[in-house]
């Protein structure tokens, strides 16, 4: 039973029919000029649909001038943007789901192409990005100026129908430079003590609540562990977490991780599921009534169920799990949690993300196509009886598609399981072996005829007489070219291919 999952809660004065937000993330799917693309409702509305309470809008800049972290990245600086993002929120709205959107700006997190040739600038002047390169502190008068800036963002946010914002104080971003002592080594009223560094996110606070009154529901993305010897202390962000509560945050959402470590931020398969609910606690001891949102490759609904009933946290984040399976929820809440389509942490969508390709996802094609009618899978037109050559990944999904669609399918393996080379990763990843159970029993779901232990050769083909055949057995193993690589100490996995499956790959 997911009790606390599907209870309902509220931050601020903001109804949420559910435990489950979507986050902001980035999916660069925002036009050239960082406008909001059909793509991008098509992404959101699949989420809001998928019955999540909120589902959020990624990093929005508040003040391009000042730099974005990427080239398309959406900006909310004008009011003529304000009906682009109207008819997403009225998209979401009807979709059943609360819309929310992150506002930042980047400063020392900018990268070079959306400079417009100025230099870089942070809270202080400290080395770039590029080597060599120094920031510039930013002036008393530019930071009131970016101040009013995140107040008129909120404004046209809200006007935009947003049912809150997200104030992005993590990540290394701008907000986050001035409340870490690694990049504010200022001497003014802006740096120096704790409570001077936290003067510039408390002044945003400020005139957010001075524009929109304080019952707009403010979430701070509040930064919890920089992994920088000279960084944040946990101790000071629940400091921070205290007076951010007192000028007015409804809710904090807990980060970590930094530009060195980008891996923190958004954990791939190496990492434990859960790693944030720990600071997640520890916030949340010491708040008196902010609500606290936990996120970290929570993909298991009793482990999620078990974090709120415990009081660690009282939102759930997922993003790459509604990525890999957008009927996460309804599965879980029919107790069908088996039937979930895993993430397996590949970091495939953070990959294209981060050389600003649109986001993909390597277990769930139709991510970025929600509302492509090709990537629907609809009954055909005419029944065929199919033969798919070749159980791994791509095998066992086309293979399952075409038997949703309604055709005959038996699936060939000339080994005695099915997997493919995914039965090697199987050995390296408790992900990869997860994701390779539930596809091995969706294929069996969807009603395929499994062929095990059988070579599909002419001979065979001949006798059977498909109408289609899908080959799906020409994976390779790139060779890598390193030094050593051939030595009698490394196995490949082209090497380890024979012995996949049974006590074989266990040795």
């Not at 400063?107 to 202080?124: H, M, N, Q, Y």
């Not at 984040?317 to 029919?334: I, N, S, T, Y």
Request: some cysteine.
């Amino acid at each position: 039973m997911l009790e606390k999952l599907l209870e309902p809660t509220s931050i601020g004065n903001l109804q949420l029919k559910n435990r489950i937000m979507v986050p902001p993330h980035a999916v660069v799917y925002a036009g050239p000029a960082g406008e909001v693309t059909q793509r991008q409702i098509d992404y959101c509305v699949e989420r809001a649909k998928a019955g999540a309470a909120i589902v959020s809008t990624e990093d929005t800049s508040v003040a391009p001038g000042f730099g974005m972290w990427g080239t398309m990245a959406q900006r909310i600086d004008s009011d003529e943007r304000i009906p682009m993002y109207r008819k997403l929120t009225d998209a979401v709205h009807a979709a059943g789901a609360k819309s929310t959107i992150q506002l930042n700006v980047a400063l020392w997190g900018a990268i070079r192409d959306t400079l417009g040739g100025k230099e870089p600038v942070s809270s202080s002047a400290i080395p770039w990005q590029e080597p060599g390169v120094v920031t510039r502190a930013l002036d008393v008068e530019e930071i009131e100026g970016l101040v009013e800036d995140f107040a008129e963002g909120a404004r046209r946010a809200r006007e935009a129908g947003f049912d809150a914002i997200h104030i992005l104080g993590a990540e290394g971003y701008g907000l986050n430079q001035f409340v870490s002592p690694h990049y504010n080594h200022r001497t003014d009223a802006y740096g120096g003590t704790p409570e001077k560094r936290m003067r510039f996110p408390l002044e945003v606070v400020a005139a957010i609540n001075a524009k929109l009154g304080a019952d707009y529901p403010i979430i701070w993305d509040l930064q919890c562990n920089e992994f920088l010897e000279d960084g944040l202390s946990f101790a000071e962000a629940q400091a921070q977490a205290q007076m951010l509560e007192e000028a007015g945050v409804a809710a904090f959402r807990i980060q970590r991780g930094n530009f060195n470590r980008y891996d923190a931020i958004i954990p791939p398969w190496n990492f434990k599921p859960g790693e944030f609910v720990p600071l997640a606690a520890g916030i949340k001891k010491v708040l008196k009534h902010a609500k606290v949102e936990t996120e970290g490759r929570i993909t298991d609904p009793a482990m999620a169920e078990e974090i709120l009933a415990r009081g660690d946290a009282d939102i759930i984040g997922m993003v790459r799990a509604f990525m890999a399976d957008p009927e996460w929820l309804h599965k879980a809440a029919a107790g069908r949690a088996k039937e979930i389509r895993q993430c397996l942490g590949c970091a495939r969508c953070i990959n294209n993300c981060m050389i600003e390709e649109p986001v993909e996802c390597s277990v769930n094609p139709r991510v970025g196509h929600e509302g492509d009618e090709a990537y629907e899978i609809r009954p055909a037109a005419t029944r065929k009886r199919v033969a798919v050559i070749g159980s791994g990944p791509g095998g066992m999904e086309a293979a399952k598609v075409a038997a949703l669609r309604g055709h005959e399918v038996s699936l060939y393996e000339k080994s005695s399981s099915l997997g493919g080379l995914m039965s090697i990763g199987a050995v390296i990843s408790e992900e990869f072996d997860k994701y390779l159970q539930y596809q091995q029993d969706d294929v069996k779901r969807a009603g395929v005829s499994i062929r095990t232990g059988q070579e599909a050769t002419p001979e065979l083909l001949a006798s059977v007489k498909p109408d289609a055949v899908i080959y799906a057995a020409g994976a390779e193993v790139l060779p890598l070219k390193v030094a050593g690589i051939d030595g009698p100490n490394v196995l490949s996995s082209g090497l380890m291919q024979p012995h996949g499956d049974g006590d074989g790959k266990k040795k």
